[in-house]
């Protein structure tokens, strides 16, 4: 006689599984929109809201973020806001010129870059303590992008093109935003941008040792090996007297650094220092005349604000492809470090960013950037930990920051046109040091060894290979990882914890009870064509290893996100070989968008619904009932 098992059985009325009528295309649809898209179903409140007018305020303020935090501004943050705007205006300053110099473009247009974006984002940014500037990585990738050569024969061009790669960084992200596309930028990893940051940290070092040395003549190329071997072939145009000055340059700002991370309260201290190095710098340089002792300086800096750079943008088919590539890899690259950066910082204070809103304010930030004399701008890590010791309240420390920018612009430019180059390399060093973590490699060393190896890829392959090529890898390496995870699913052995109702892990909790007669299995992610072949041959794996008979195999699909054909066909296969062994399959708990697939596809009805159940311990008690009450056939 067959056994037979009847939910019923161990079931009580409202208990059992729910085979409602399977909803529509059209609301699957949506709901699997809303839920990749608005995961945060951020319109639900202002939905809710009768009032169409207060509906109105809140719509603008939600896609316009100065709306909801400027009508509740007071003076006690003005007071804070002013000091960190100050603050960071002095960062800002060297900072704009060294990587301006990074990406082997006039000077003032690192100054430009940090006028016009701060404003925009003031506007836009959903993040109170982020203040946006030039970053060093994009500032290399530019400069390898378009090469070294064209920088210095044919510089106009270079620039312009600088400007149209801008714009297409803004465009990209800004519709990545608009989309709500964020999901891409998570393939950037945390391991991936760490082990990226540092890779790039090593190869700037190892660039400024031209600056460091006074080198007339240096490589094109960014790998270590290719700028040690020009080092050393060129070792005959070492001046000591630039060493010396980079060498104390050095020294002063990693003593500032010191004294920030010793007395933390001090962090105004490691803040002033770019500045300092700068203004005694150009002290010296024009009380020596620095030039006629090989130190060579950034030269003439005119005053005036951003002029306009619409009309210099260039489409020209002919550098289209180096144009989109710089702007899309570096707009991905800006976009993960800079709402990384974000959301670290508003942790720290309990508070939440946006990742949507932030693509945008980004996007619209380059796009009028390109417009103005600006180059690629976001989030650096530098400025904004100083805007955040320096106790920042809301994003008008940008707007400061922007005013002071103006007057530097308007009036105090040309003095900073005796800035030692020597200098400029001493603050990139000091800056790029920061950025090499390595507590944090060998933290994911102990972790997890894979995202070490993540982390590591983009290290050397930046390192020895190219920025791209390092980021190429190091992505490669995390969605094969990702593949990893989908083609070999995790499947557990489950018992029951002693005296009570749950089942958990045998291996992780060894004194978890086996009963004898069934196997209770867990499948713990999505089931279908990538990994169904793995599912069927480590389910009968587990019925094999079993060293008593089995009548009954129990699969807990609560973990099971999703399922397609292929996984519904593997699950029938699987049935089939264990009915020919006399082994009855059970289903328990298929969530709902499961269960619905599995009615369309009439899984259900070749399963049985008497072989569904709600839970694990009512399935238990069903087989358990039909163990000592049924015989198996003669």
């Known amino acids: 006689m067959e056994n037979t098992i009847t939910s019923s059985t161990s079931s009580p009325k409202g208990r059992g599984v729910n085979f409602s009528t399977p909803r529509g295309f059209g609301s699957k649809f949506k709901t699997k929109c809303k839920e990749t898209f608005f995961p945060d179903d951020p319109f639900k409140p202002i939905s809710q809201e009768p009032n169409r ?19 509740k501004y007071d003076m006690q943050k ?34 430009y870059s940090s006028f016009v974006p701060p404003f925009v984002y003031a506007v836009f940014g959903s993040s109170n303590n982020l203040a946006v500037g030039t970053v060093a990585a994009c500032s290399l990738l530019i400069a390898e992008t378009f090469g070294e050569e064209m920088s210095k024969n044919e510089p106009e061009l270079y620039l312009h093109l600088i400007f149209t790669a801008t714009l297409i960084t803004g465009l990209f992200q800004f519709a990545m935003g608009f989309l709500r596309l964020g999901i891409l930028v998570d393939f950037l990893s945390h391991s991936t941008i760490t082990g990226f940051m540092g890779g790039t940290a090593i190869i700037i070092l190892l660039q400024q040792l031209k600056g460091i040395f006074g080198l007339v003549h240096f490589t094109h190329k960014t790998d270590v090996v290719s ?23 050095l020294v002063f700002l990693q003593s500032t650094r010191y ?11 490691s803040a002033m220092g770019p500045m300092v190095v700068v203004v005694v710098g150009c002290v010296v340089a024009y009380l020596v005349k620095g030039t006629a002792h090989g130190i060579a300086t950034v030269g003439p800096l005119k005053k005036g604000l951003n002029p306009p750079s619409i009309q210099l943008l260039n489409f020209d088919s002919k550098y289209l492809g180096m144009v989109f590539k710089a702007g899309i890899v570096t707009g991905l690259i800006a976009l993960a470090e800079g709402i990384a950066i974000g959301r670290s910082f508003a942790v720290m204070k309990n508070e939440q960013t946006d990742g949507n809103k932030e693509m945008i304010a980004f996007g619209l930030m380059n796009v009028i950037g390109s417009f103005t004399s600006c180059y690629l701008t976001t989030g650096p890590f530098s400025k904004t930990a100083v805007n955040y010791n320096a106790g920042t309240k809301t994003p008008m420390s940008n707007v400061v920051m922007g005013v002071c920018m103006m007057l530097i612009l308007l009036f105090l430019a040309p003095l900073f046109s005796y800035t030692p180059l020597v200098g400029l390399s001493a603050i990139i060093m000091s800056a790029m040091l920061g950025l090499i973590n390595y507590e944090e490699m060998y933290h994911l060393f102990k972790v997890d060894k894979f995202d070490f190896l993540v982390c590591m890829s983009a290290f050397f392959g930046v390192s020895f290979l190219s920025m791209d090529y390092g980021l190429i890898i190091s992505v490669g390496f995390s969605i094969v990882r990702a593949l990893l995870y989908v083609a070999r699913p995790s499947t557990c052995k489950l018992g029951r914890i002693p005296n009570s ?24 992610s999505p089931v279908f064509f990538a990994n169904s072949t793995y599912v069927r041959e ?18 807990d699909l609560s973990g099971v996100s999703t399922i397609d054909m292929t996984g519904m066909e593997t699950l029938l296969e699987v049935q ?13 708990n298929p969530r709902f968008e499961v269960l619905e697939k599995m009615m369309l596809a009439h899984f259900v009805d070749k399963i049985g619904k008497e072989y569904m159940f709600l839970s694990i311990d009512d399935a238990v008690q069903a087989c358990r009932f039909n163990l000592t009450t049924t015989k198996p056939e003669p």
Not at 60 to 65: A, G, S
Not at 227 to 249: M, P, Y
Not at 542 to 549: G, N
Request: charged share 20%.
């Open 538 to 555: 480590r389910i009968l794996r587990w019925i094999r290893d079993e060293p008593e008979a089995i009548e009954f195999l129990l699969l």
């Open 227 to 249: 700028v040690l071997h020009s080092i050393l072939d060129n070792r005959a145009e070492f001046k000591w007297q630039s060493t010396l000055a980079g060498v104390c340059f």
């Open 78 to 111: 003005l007071k804070y806001d002013v000091l960190a705007g100050i603050t960071i205006t002095s960062l800002a300053v060297p900072q704009g010129i060294s990587y301006a110099k990074l990406a082997s473009i006039p000077p003032i247009i690192g100054l």
């Open 501 to 524: 109702v749950m089942f958990r892990d045998i291996e992780q909790y060894p004194a978890s009870e086996e009963m004898l007669g069934y196997i209770i299995l867990q499948l713990g």
């Open 53 to 71: 007018l207060i509906k109105t305020k809140k719509l603008l303020e939600y896609f316009v973020p100065i709306f909801e935090w400027l009508p």
């Open 259 to 269: 004294i920030k991370q010793k007395y933390p309260k001090l962090f105004w201290v």
């Open 576 to 588: 089939r070989i264990l009915g020919s062994k006399s082994i009855k399959m059970v289903i328990i």
